[in-house]
């Protein structure tokens, strides 16, 4: 797929050249126009127009880039600049210089130039396959005795063809690499993206079953609730809905009061909602805030002793702040158990994990203060790639205008210099200036390849050019300047193009101008010079567009790596999105497959009333699927040793309820996989929510075996004898006591 | 009567003991208790037929240097310790203590293992029997595979009438198979004179021939 920076980098600069080539070429036909006499200027009049104009349709049709009318546009271009080529004898005048320095032969190369940019590189051969002998051709007719002089000169447009070309590709090649390094850091941006979203979701949905179903179940399994009851059944409908609904990790914006006004509704208190009519944030942001509620209002039903509470949301800055208070017998705040699995741990985690933070204010007998606080927005996983295909662009364009100004130095300018040495007035100066040029052009050609900046060495340098510039000016005498042996007259500006790459447009064609502008006045006041008026205009504006052209282009890769970043940030900001959207959904569905058969249909049973929660049965069976839920949260891949972890948690939840448990561990025990782990201690964690009175739980390794054993006072049948995972289990019944044994061999 | 000296930096603890002891049927005298292992060496801890010592008795790590000169004495020393790691266990053991318990364990075996230690008969609780079953250095005595499913049921149950269930044998089994694992650790290891006195007793009476160590 083409990345944003190539597709910017292809949209910009066909505009680019479509703009350039109807610049040029109008102002070197105008100015021919009015200023050197055409020999028909009848002729020249239509003709030029006629161009202009065809120029002007060509531009707007190009621009709209449809395949089917490119096909005949650009064969019918070449068509039309042929033709101008080849009647040059009626609209240009006669008596150019020795390069021969007609507006046709500004045209041609213009055409040519600006065609790398329109069409693929066998086009481009074919096209100056046409364009140049219509050229020659047309040459010939107009001045048959000089053509031989100029020739020469003329087939420069083959290399002028060449040199475009070359930078068209360095550029492209410049943008290519810098989309595939756009790519490669969204790849890994992206994965980062998911796997943080994956453990916020983990987090959030462990949360949610917290305040949910496991609060439910352990309420039922605590033997709290006498008989059916309606507010039972309608939570644990509501549980249904939390466990089964969709991830929430999406940037879609929802009503922050409308959601909190669901959850006043749910509770058997009186709840006055005070704050703005409305109040949208991010869906996680809204869905955080709503189950600290939910949990904050719990907390009040249980323990505050009064029917009524207050939630209060508002806006400070950009954060979000719901408080949750009751005039309640409050608690000692600072003594609750640090390490419980209460408010503690799912609301002041659950607020940290969306980058906001919550506070219990509570003292006895003076109330309860929950406040919670988020941040409106959340967070942002792409990057600015700026940097990178600036970078990238900067790069490739150096290494075209250095390939340029060799390419220039050593096949044009040098064969000029050894050409005319008879008539320089001195030849050093001559050399001087030409190694200078190539010695600048290989150091910024060292500097861009060590990938450093050119720094302030550049203005020294760009003096010396200036320097170079006049001194080999100087030595030409004054008749010949500003013509064929005056080779360093334009083409100083690409050494000084090179050394400005990087600076401001201003600056770029400031220093540019100015250069020009020495030579010229230097010329000027010599008095005498080697071409007309309008052979100079017409050599300058060739060779000054260009390099214009190329600081032109300079500054528009740099608005084009902004531009080209923000659509790739977009693009990636919507792929991450897809991408992460699709895992949690996925991982959510895996979740729920794995509560579908054990809570789910405990759920749906008192919600139906199907199940009567004070039946001892289903009492049983909601303590146990409400420690294998305490299980799970106790799921913790950063703890050192995850068995003892999960059953300790087991175990502080057992030891609430008021059994005694006896536990033991020996020998060494390797790492158990995670299903495996859970089949393991299935058993245990049924005997632990059942028993009463004594416990021993047990757990040994040896020989890459582990052993989790547990002899409890239960009902057997509520212990599960899981042979599934590589878990052989065996049970043992002696009176009141049931030993269940539960070994994993899978450590061999 | 037994008499033991109590050794051990918890004054709740040594309560404790004392409690067990005078409700022991025979019933068992403290004649001495301190937190320092002096007592055990002075009169009239000294006459004492068993010591009962915390192996931690400060930061420094597990006393066992005083467990050392206390065996090489020839006393029958009964470890009781907060520690119940492995390496611990295995290590007292080898040193010559006639048993190791630990605190969660004092309640249901200190009596039993104080009169076991008086009349030098193997005595192994559950937490010592995990580490004999789980253990894996390579200077460990040789067991039988019943011999160490029995070990590693014990430690899980804590009822001999429920191993002997599980493994389809009788309880004089099942107590047989651990006083002979005790008898092939005594027999490996550091020599000591309680170790020996407790191997020459389990041929004495039978338990063991001689040919199987």
Known sequence: ?748 | MNTVVVVDDHPAVIAGVRAWCALADPPIEVVASGTNVGVAWLSPGDQAQVVILDLQLDMAGPAYGDLKRLVDAGRQVVIYSMRADRETVLASLDIGAFTYLTKAEGQDHLVAAVHAAATNTPYTPPMLSGAFGTDDRPNRPRLSPRETEVLLEWFHCESKEMVARQLNLTVRRVNACLERVRIKYANVGRTAPTKAALVARAIQDGLIRADEL
């Not at chain 1, 409050?330 to 390490?339: I, M, N, S, T």
């Not at chain 1, 109330?367 to 295909?389: K, L, S, W, Y």
């Not at chain 1, 900046?453 to 760009?462: D, E, I, T």
């Not at chain 1, 902004?562 to 979740?591: C, G, I």
């Open chain 1, 1 to 748: 797929m083409t990345g944003s920076a190539e597709r910017g980098l292809l949209r910009q600069g066909l505009r680019y050249a479509l703009v350039m080539r109807l610049a040029v070429m109008a102002a070197a036909s105008l100015v021919s126009l009015f200023v050197e006499p055409a020999p028909r200027p009848g002729v020249a009049v239509a003709v030029v127009l006629a161009i202009n104009a065809w120029n002007a349709v060509y531009a707007t049709a190009m621009a709209r880039r449809a395949a089917r009318v490119r096909r005949w546009l650009v064969p019918v271009d070449v068509l039309v600049v042929c033709g101008a080529c080849l009647t040059q004898v009626w609209t240009a005048a006669p008596d150019v210089g020795a390069d021969g320095m007609s507006w046709v032969l500004v045209m041609a190369e213009i055409t040519i130039v600006s065609y790398p940019w329109q069409i693929g590189t066998a086009a481009l051969a074919a096209v100056t396959a046409a364009v140049v002998p219509a050229y020659l051709v047309g040459a010939v007719i107009a001045r048959p005795d000089e053509w031989l002089v100029s020739a020469p000169f003329q087939l420069w447009l083959v290399m002028e063809a060449a040199l475009s070309w070359g930078l068209y590709k360095f550029v492209r090649r410049a943008a290519r690499a810098a989309d595939r390094q756009v790519e490669r850091g969204e790849l890994l941006r992206r994965d980062a993206a998911i796997a943080a979203s994956r453990r916020v979701d983990e987090h959030e949905y462990l949360a949610a079953l917290h305040d949910t179903a496991s609060a439910t179940l352990l309420m039922v399994g605590a033997g709290v609730v006498p008989g059916p009851r309606r507010w039972l059944a309608d939570q644990a409908a509501r549980d249904l809905d939390v466990i089964s609904e969709p991830s929430v990790a999406s940037h879609r914006e929802v009503d922050l009061m409308g959601r909190l006004r669901e959850v006043a509704g749910l509770t058997p208190l009186r709840v006055r909602l005070r704050g703005p009519d409305a109040l949208s944030v991010p869906a996680v942001t809204a869905a955080t805030l709503c189950h600290g509620t939910r949990e904050a209002l719990t907390n009040v039903v249980r323990h505050s002793g009064v029917a009524e509470a207050d939630i209060t949301a508002s806006l400070d800055g950009d954060t979000v702040v719901v408080e949750v208070a009751d005039a309640g017998r409050g608690f000692d705040a600072e003594h609750l158990p640090r390490h419980g699995y209460g408010v503690t741990r799912s609301l002041v985690e659950r607020m940290r994990r969306v980058g906001g933070r919550a506070e219990v204010v509570s003292a006895p007998g003076q109330g309860c203060r929950v406040r919670m606080e988020c941040p409106r927005t959340t967070r942002q996983f792409a990057a600015d790639d700026t940097e990178v295909i600036g970078t990238a662009f900067q790069t490739g364009l150096g290494w075209a205008v250095v390939v340029m100004n060799l390419v220039i130095l050593f096949l044009l300018d040098l064969p000029k210099l050894l050409t005319n040495l008879d008539t320089y007035r001195a030849v050093w100066p001559q050399v001087l200036a030409w190694g200078g040029f190539l010695a600048i052009t290989a150091w910024a050609a060292l500097v861009l390849r060590r990938g450093r900046q050119l720094g302030r060495w550049r203005w020294v340098l760009v003096a010396v050019v200036f320097a170079l510039s006049a001194l080999a000016t100087e030595s030409i005498p004054p008749e010949h300047r500003l013509g064929a042996v005056h080779w360093s007259e334009g083409d100083a500006g690409w050494t000084v193009a090179l050394l400005l790459l990087d600076a401001r447009a201003v600056v770029f064609v400031g220093v540019l101008l100015a250069q020009y502008a020495m030579t010229f006045g230097h010329a000027a006041l010599a008095g005498d010079s080697a071409v007309s008026f309008a052979g100079l205009v017409n050599a300058t504006v060739i060779v000054l567009g260009y390099q214009l052209a190329v600081g032109l282009i300079a500054a528009v890769l740099r608005g084009l790596a902004a531009s080209s970043a923000k659509v790739a940030r977009a693009e990636e900001e919507l792929r991450t999105a897809e991408a992460v959207a699709e895992q949690l959904h996925r991982d959510r569905m895996e979740r729920y497959a794995g509560l579908a058969d054990t809570t789910v249909p405990l759920l749906r049973g008192l919600a139906s009333g199907a199940l009567d929660p004070g039946d001892e049965g289903v009492r049983q069976r909601c303590a146990v699927e409400a420690a294998k839920m305490r299980r799970l949260f106790a799921e913790d891949t950063t703890a050192p040793d995850q068995l003892l972890h999960e059953l300790r948690a087991c175990i502080e939840l057992a030891e609430r309820n008021g059994i005694s448990v006896s536990f033991a561990e020996c020998g060494v025990r390797p790492e158990i996989p995670r299903v495996a782990r859970r089949t393991l201690t299935e058993p245990a964690v049924a005997a632990l929510a059942t028993a009463r009175g004594r416990v021993r739980l047990t757990v040994s390794g040896s020989d890459g075996s582990v052993t989790v054993s547990v002899v409890a006072d239960c009902p057997p049948h509520l212990v599960p004898e899981p042979n599934t995972d590589g878990v052989r289990t065996s049970t043992l019944v002696d009176g009141d006591r049931v030993w269940v044994q539960a070994t994993w061999q899978g450590g061999r």
